[in-house]
């Protein structure tokens, strides 16, 4: 008989866990999944697949505007929000099904209830029932953070603003990272008057300055308002439903919806982490070595929950190189250098490489080539909206080490171009290509 139920139990069916699970199987690993809610996780069900999709929707409220400056009449216009949300989580409901066919045809067992950890080889489900495994991998993700103040019960985070009956008319939507800018585009577009509220005095962290303030300037103009260095005190709701909330440094505001988008924090709560001596970081994420191994030499862990890159395609990668390692023969680690990455705000922002403040304080001397310009179909629409492209070069030999863009389809275009940044290529490189035209994306291969 085997020594253990199975080769590797995963806890978490999100991107990374899926993947881990279903390249184990296929390496001939006997697998279990637990998940307690649904297969797909956070990008899947209530995250980056679902917001898209929204974002989508948003576009066309201007599109339909814009559409007047190109011929055509548009009558009866009107935007149903109960239908889009339904039809989005409908597809949700399909892209949940993939992913469970997905784990069975490679013979993976899911299990639909909770797991904890009860020792290096052992996990107990919600049911008491015990189960042993060579190997566990921990992949429970990460949730929203809530700030702790009175009357934050009022609030929703992301995972809620998926299925509202109604727009709010008015909505403040707490932080300054991706999340917030991606749903405050969203909501405006669909008619809200929304507000952002910021800690600090920065939107974006992480990202190129250039981009931040281009963003700020046209979601201004856009009709979003912000409030910085600005902290709550408290949420009180009314009897007609609306919501006074106090901050600091502003003045009091009533909304009619409050959404906490101030970061999200790895699900380690409850795991048993002690049961098997795996130790965490001092930001609370489970800590891992160059291989996603824990503390302990049969306990791995991949994606949000070890607090590294919060993004799905490093979760995945993660996923498929812990299978790799395990049970393919092929030890794998993960590279972060040159992550490629995007806001999908209105207009959108990605971005590669090093900004331009990081690459003169590790690199000296950089060279800076950037093209500022109004997209075409904007000039036609009688849109005054200007799209930004940076390109970040080591003095030396031209290397390029970031490449950052806002505007129409930016991230789209940034995937190829992240490509030539992984690979080291030089300004050179994209001089000597030759230019699609009339697009966007030549203004790659054209800046002096």
Request: proline fraction near 4%.
């Amino acid at each position: 008989m085997a020594e253990y139920d199975y080769d590797l139990f995963t806890i978490g069916a999100g991107s990374g866990g899926v993947r881990a699970s279903r390249v184990a199987a296929a390496h001939g690993a006997r697998v279990a999944v637990a998940e307690e809610f649904r297969v797909g996780g956070t990008c899947v069900i209530r995250g980056c697949v679902p917001k898209k999709m929204l974002v989508y929707g948003a576009h066309f409220a201007e599109d339909i505007q814009d559409a007047q400056q190109f011929g055509w009449t548009i009558e009866g216009c009107s935007f149903d929000w109960k239908s889009l949300r339904d039809n989005v989580l409908g597809d949700v409901d399909r892209l949940n099904g993939l992913y469970t066919e997905t784990l069975e045809n490679h013979g993976v067992t899911i299990l639909h209830q909770r797991a904890t950890i009860a020792g290096p080889h052992q996990v107990t489900l919600a049911d008491g029932t015990a189960i042993t495994a060579k190997y566990i991998l921990i992949a429970t993700g990460a949730r929203p953070h809530i700030p702790d103040c009175p009357g934050h019960e009022h609030g929703i985070t992301s995972n809620e603003a998926f299925h509202l009956d109604a727009i709010p008319r008015r909505m403040l939507i707490a932080g300054g990272g991706y999340i917030a800018n991606e749903f405050a585009g969203i909501f405006n577009e669909f008619g809200a008057s929304v507000t952002i509220i910021n800690r600090s005095d920065q939107l974006l962290r992480g990202y190129d300055e250039a981009m931040r303030d281009r963003l700020l300037q046209i979601s201004l103009t856009k009709g979003i308002a912000f409030r910085f260095n600005a902290a709550f005190r408290g949420i009180e709701k009314r009897e007609d439903g609306t919501l006074l909330v106090s901050m600091t440094n502003h003045d009091d505001m009533e909304v009619d919806c409050v959404l906490f988008a101030t970061g999200r924090v790895p699900n380690v709560e409850g795991l048993g982490l002690e049961a098997a001596g795996i130790g965490l970081t001092d930001k609370g994420a489970i800590a891992v070595d160059a291989f996603s191994k824990t503390d302990c030499d049969s306990i791995y862990a991949v994606g949000d929950v070890t607090g590294r890159v919060q993004l799905t395609p490093v979760a995945i990668r993660e996923g498929q190189a812990v299978a790799d390692t395990l049970f393919g023969g092929q030890p794998t680690s993960v590279s972060y250098d040159c992550i490629p990455s995007a806001v999908f705000s209105h207009p959108p922002i990605a971005g590669v490489g090093m900004t331009e403040s990081e690459a003169r304080n590790r690199l000296g001397s950089i060279r800076v080539y950037q093209s500022d310009f109004r997209p075409m179909k904007h000039v036609v629409a009688g849109r005054n909206e200007r799209g930004l492209y940076k390109m970040i070069c080591e003095g030396d030999n031209d290397r390029i080490v970031g490449i950052h863009m806002i505007g129409p389809d930016a991230p789209e275009i940034l995937q190829a171009a992240a490509v030539a940044v992984k690979a080291g290529l030089t300004k050179a490189d994209f001089d000597a290509t030759m230019a699609i035209h009339p697009t966007m994306a030549e203004e790659l291969v054209l800046m002096r």
